[in-house]
T-cell receptor, first 111, second 113 residues
Framework: RKEVEQDPGPFNVPEGATVAFNCTYS??????FFWYRQDCRKEPKLLMS???SGNEDGRFTAQLNRASQYISLLIRDSKLSDSATYLC????????????FGTGTRLTVIP | DTAVSQTPKYLVTQMGNDKSIKCEQN?????MYWYKQDSKKFLKIMFS???????INETVPNRFSPKSPDKAHLNLHINSLELGDSAVYFC????????????FGSGTRLTVV
């Protein structure tokens, strides 16, 4: 079983739409959770960390459900510039120097 | 200033050659990594160094040899390149434990012909 699984998409949504991505992780000992964004032919960049209580950064909201080992990312009022691949990322275990990346969910925002 | 810089950005070489990719970070991080992103876009860790000491060595062929002369540098040397080595190789750095996430370099696109 993969450490991190997410729906590869693609998601094609109109500007202004709300879109949600989900992922699940296999290691119940994982302590650090992130969403990264990767544009075509570029490096992954940290979008936001995901905290147990849920957290928001502008139009982006991240949620963590430890019991279900499930992470989500909600994007409100989608912009054309949000088009990218969104990677769900989880560390291996407490203190482990190893992040596991999901295969990513491709989002295209259409004018 | 670029936080994590890796060179070269593109590398095209023939099978059987030996090549190196260099990485440097100016963030003061203690931990550095090499990740490989294959044609299906899956990012997989290869190596991790903490303050010049190897701490993660995934099941990577021993043709791949990382070297960390100091905690700001992590280079990757590849011997006897094979077609299947074609991929994008990303260097990254972080604080120990990676709890604040990683910062990635811009990647080296390796094509073996």
């Amino acid at each position: 079983r993969k450490e991190v699984e997410q729906d590869p998409g693609p998601f094609n949504v109109p500007e202004g739409a709300t879109v949600a991505f989900n992922c699940t992780y296999s290691n119940s000992a994982s302590q650090s959770f992130f969403w990264y964004r990767q544009d075509c032919r570029k490096e992954p960049k940290l979008l936001m960390s995901v905290y147990s209580s849920g957290n928001e950064d502008g139009r982006f909201t991240a949620q963590l459900n430890r019991a279900s080992q499930y992470i989500s990312l909600l994007i409100r009022d989608s912009k054309l510039s949000d088009s990218a691949t969104y990677l769900c990322v989880v560390n291996g275990a407490t203190g482990a120097n190893n992040l596991f990346f999901g295969t990513g969910t491709r989002l295209t925002v259409i004018p | 200033d670029t936080a994590v810089s890796q060179t070269p950005k593109y590398l095209v070489t023939q099978m059987g050659n030996d090549k190196s990719i260099k990485c440097e970070q100016n963030l003061g991080h203690d931990t550095m990594y090499w990740y490989k992103q294959d044609s299906k876009k899956f990012l997989k860790i290869m190596f991790s160094y903490n303050n010049k000491e190897l701490i993660i060595n995934e099941t990577v062929p021993n043709r791949f040899s990382p070297k960390s002369p100091d905690k700001a540098h992590l280079n990757l040397h590849i011997n006897s390149l094979e077609l299947g080595d074609s991929a994008v190789y990303f260097c990254a750095s972080s604080w120990p434990g990676g709890g604040y996430g990683y910062t990635f370099g811009s990647g080296t696109r390796l094509t073996v012909v």
